[in-house]
């Protein structure tokens, strides 16, 4: 469920009723006026300025966690509160979906999550991405549509297993919770949102091929100054 607004020259605001994010937890007790806790995480709703406090009767799933762990948090949309409009995100409660440990231990056990990352292996930070990003062929600049929540939610898993397996390790001076979104972000908007290639695309050398004669598909290798006397072509693997 969404809520657009394109409202001329404003701001378009997008309510998904669903959020997944990292977090850290900040602060966690009693509710000052009834029963039932409240814990605020580092994580903000969009277009709010204040972290996000949570509020609940059933202290059974927050047990758990102490301020300062990190946490990865689903939540909904709850009820409007008093005398808001619900144009912004802010405007609702929002109920805990589940919330969970960063990281888990062969076990399923919880572990410090700074423990952990201490024991990792530290390893050279990925490559960068060696393709430039293309100019958008709009040329409207920096605008993107609103994610797909689910979409964003799987990215953010595929991000977690690729740390805790060692495949992309925290680097060395980062903040996990930074590295967690900038990965996050990255399989979102260069692999989950990337158009399609088309078929026999080489993705290796980011070019095209064509059909040749023979019937194999090819594309010339990139220039290399030297002069050939045949091209040299980067063939498509067969398969079979
Ligand atoms: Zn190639």
């Given at each position: 469920m969404a809520e657009v607004?394109?409202?001329?020259?404003?701001?378009?605001?997008?309510?998904?009723?669903?959020?997944?994010?990292?977090?850290?937890?900040?602060?966690?007790?009693?509710?000052?006026?009834?029963?039932?806790?409240?814990?605020?995480?580092?994580?903000?709703?969009?277009?709010?300025?204040?972290?996000?406090?949570?509020?609940?009767?059933?202290?059974?799933?927050?047990?758990?966690?102490?301020?300062?762990?990190?946490?990865?948090?689903?939540?909904?949309?709850?009820?409007?509160?008093?005398?808001?409009?619900?144009?912004?995100?802010?405007?609702?409660?929002?109920?805990?979906?589940?919330?969970?440990?960063?990281?888990?231990?062969?076990?399923?056990?919880?572990?410090?999550?700074?423990?952990?990352?201490?024991?990792?292996?530290?390893?050279?930070?990925?490559k960068p991405d060696p393709t430039p990003k293309p100019t958008t062929r709009t040329g409207a600049a920096d605008e993107e549509p609103p994610p797909n929540p689910a979409a964003l939610g799987a990215c953010h898993n595929h991000a977690v297993d690729f740390i805790?397996?060692?495949?992309?390790?925290?680097?060395?001076?980062r903040e996990l919770v930074s590295w967690v979104r900038e990965l996050r972000d990255r399989f979102y908007r260069e692999i989950n949102q990337a158009p399609l290639a088309p078929l026999h695309y080489c993705y290796e050398h980011d070019e095209e091929r064509r059909q040749g004669k023979s019937g194999a598909w090819g594309h010339l290798f990139p220039a290399d100054g030297l002069i050939h006397d045949e091209d040299i072509w980067c063939l498509e693997m067969q398969s079979n």
């Open positions: 607004r394109p409202e001329g020259g404003q701001m378009t605001t997008t309510i998904e009723s669903q959020y997944h994010f990292t977090a850290e937890v900040k602060s966690k007790g009693k509710q000052q006026n009834r029963d039932g806790w409240a814990m605020t995480v580092g994580w903000k709703l969009p277009g709010s300025k204040f972290d996000l406090t949570l509020y609940g009767q059933d202290w059974a799933p927050i047990d758990d966690y102490e301020v300062g762990d990190i946490t990865t948090i689903v939540i909904n949309q709850s009820n409007l509160k008093k005398d808001k409009d619900g144009r912004y995100a802010s405007d609702y409660f929002w109920d805990l979906a589940s919330i969970e440990l960063l990281i888990l231990d062969e076990d399923g056990e919880m572990v410090s999550v700074i423990d952990e990352i201490g024991d990792m292996p530290v390893q050279a930070p990925p805790i397996h060692g495949v992309l390790p925290l680097p060395e001076g």
